[in-house]
């Protein structure tokens, strides 16, 4: 397969055509960070790299459970090989633990366990600053097609919270939160699409608690990349 032009980038990816394939796409992994809807940003050599390793181990993992996602083939440590979707607009967030925002706006401490994950969607807009939408917004501003559709993107996010509260378990990290992203294939299916890494995550390690994820960024608590690595050396070792 041949890599063709750049079609679309974000702040973590680029998205490339492929030659004579209208089907599947090109994604690429940068080495940028960034936080606050962008406000804060960093570029670091081996993110793209350690990011798009995590994402191929935890999508390959979980297909081999039965959830649909976009990933095809590791073509190189930061490029894969994915489905072409229509990206739904919405972020599944799902939290096992409270902390990061939802925390901030109930005045609730962080690490509060919760007796039920929480589902939660927020509009996919940097101008707006991805807000909390509710469902009948999300319906208002036709992110989602229906109601039922909006329930079959809870239910596939509690599904790969239970698989993925497992990984991450079986390497002594305990999952906190969160966020995933859907799209429609050319079938006009819903498939598991972007990354799951610890751009995307809350991960503390179970004894020590502490933070591997990119709070360490957020919150310059130092040490970014060398947690980023520890992820992936746990999760290709299990
Ligand atoms: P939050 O506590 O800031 O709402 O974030 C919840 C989880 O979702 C956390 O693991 C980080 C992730 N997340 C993203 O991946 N991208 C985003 O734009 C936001 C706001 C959160
Ligand atoms: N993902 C968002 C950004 O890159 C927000 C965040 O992760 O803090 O700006």
Redesign the pocket.
């Given at each position: 397969m041949v890599k063709g032009a750049l079609i679309y980038e974000g702040k973590a990816k680029k998205i490339y055509s492929i030659a004579n394939n209208n089907n599947l796409v090109w994604v690429e992994f940068k080495d940028s960070l960034t936080a606050f809807?962008g406000e804060k940003k960093a570029e670091m050599a081996e993110k793209g790299r350690l990011n798009s390793l995590i994402t191929g181990l935890i999508f390959n993992r979980l297909s081999q459970s039965g959830v649909d996602t976009h990933l095809k083939e590791v073509v190189s440590d930061k490029e894969m090989i994915c489905q072409k979707v229509k990206i739904i607009p919405l972020?599944v967030?799902v939290?096992n633990v409270l902390?990061?925002?939802?925390?901030k706006k109930f005045n609730i401490p962080e690490g509060t366990s919760l007796e039920k994950p929480l589902v939660?969607f927020?509009y996919k807009n940097d101008e707006l600053g991805?807000p909390f939408i509710s469902d009948d917004q999300a319906l208002m501003l036709k992110a989602a097609d229906s109601q039922e559709e909006l329930n079959q993107l809870k239910q596939k996010a509690l599904q790969v919270n239970v698989l993925l509260k497992d990984i991450f378990a079986a390497t002594g990290i305990r999952l906190?939160?969160?966020?995933l992203e859907y799209g429609k294939n050319m079938q006009g299916e819903i498939i598991l699409a972007d990354e799951i890494t610890p751009?995307?995550?809350?991960l503390w390690d179970m004894k020590t608690g502490e933070k591997l994820?990119?709070d360490r960024f957020r919150r310059d608590l130092g040490k970014v990349l060398e947690s980023y690595q520890e992820v992936y050396n746990r999760l290709k070792n299990i």
């Open positions: 809807n972020e967030v939290r902390a990061g925002s939802t925390a939660e927020y991805d906190v939160d969160f966020k751009d995307t995550c809350r994820d990119k």
